[in-house]
């Protein structure tokens, strides 16, 4: 199946700083990825949905100058998390949508401390 | 907006035995996708079992089956012959079908499986 590598595994930051997330798809092109955030014992909750040469799309509640997206290209869109507050500690995850648009394929998370 | 509900926070079996794991979805469309999903403690998410709506034929991945009961807005995870490796949790997702542009998964609040030596 379909590879998406996400970037760092783990990373601890110190508050004000910023902290920039990978999600690369390795075999296949992706048009648009999503970014979801999991606080622990919860389900995943979509953050943006991020598109190719285009801005990204944010659900309701999420800041867009504090989480910024970049799509640059087909296969690679990144999560800023600009000035990281102990808040936004969080499991990061994102996904693909595959070369036939039916299925989503997610990279491996990122666990973010921010002390 | 399309809301899924997964009514049991945590479920165990015995190994070797059957267990069944329940989901409800709300949603106005008539074509969509269904998916249950695993997350093992190393919280890579994979793929377990993916319905197709238009398809009355429940989906089968070996131990994996689906009961998809399209008019009470049902899919049920039913898994045989459990696992040790099957512990982990496992969320419902439903997804839109695509038209010209791309959907998000929403995802239920999850179900938390524990198998029993």
């Known amino acids: 199946g379909a590879v998406v590598s996400q970037h760092p595994s783990w990373v601890i930051c110190k508050s004000g700083t910023s902290v920039k997330i990978e999600c690369r798809s390795l075999?296949?092109?992706?048009?648009?990825m999503f970014w979801y955030r999991q606080f622990p014992k919860q389900s995943l909750m979509l953050m943006a949905t991020?598109?190719?040469?285009?801005?990204?799309?944010?659900e309701q509640g999420v800041e867009k100058d504090k989480f910024l997206i970049n799509h640059a290209s087909l296969t690679l869109s990144t999560l800023t998390v600009t000035s990281a507050h102990p808040e936004d500690s969080s499991f990061y995850i994102c996904?693909?949508?595959?070369?036939?648009?039916?299925?989503?394929?997610f990279g491996s998370g990122t666990q973010l401390s921010v002390l | 907006a399309q809301t899924v509900t997964q009514s049991q926070p945590e479920m165990s079996v015995q190994e070797a035995e059957t267990v069944t794991l329940s989901c409800t979805y709300d949603?106005?469309?008539?074509?969509?996708?269904l998916f249950w999903y695993k997350q093992p403690p190393s919280r890579q998410m994979i793929l377990v079992i993916r319905?197709?709506?238009?398809?009355?034929q429940n989906a089968t991945e070996n131990r994996f089956s689906v009961n998809f009961q399209k008019a009470a807005k049902s899919f049920s995870l039913k898994i045989s012959d459990s696992q040790l490796g099957d512990a982990a949790m496992y969320f419902c997702?439903?997804?839109?079908?695509?038209?010209?542009?791309?959907?998000?998964?929403?995802f239920g609040k999850g179900t938390k499986l524990t198998v029993n030596p």
């Open positions: 996904s693909a949508e595959g070369p036939t648009n039916e299925k989503l394929f």
């Open positions: 075999d296949f092109q992706a048009t648009t």
């Open positions: 991020s598109n190719e040469g285009s801005k990204a799309t944010y």
């Open positions: 949603t106005s469309e008539s074509d969509y996708y």
């Open positions: 319905q197709e709506a238009y398809k009355q």
């Open positions: 997702a439903y997804r839109s079908t695509p038209q010209g542009g791309s959907e998000k998964l929403v």
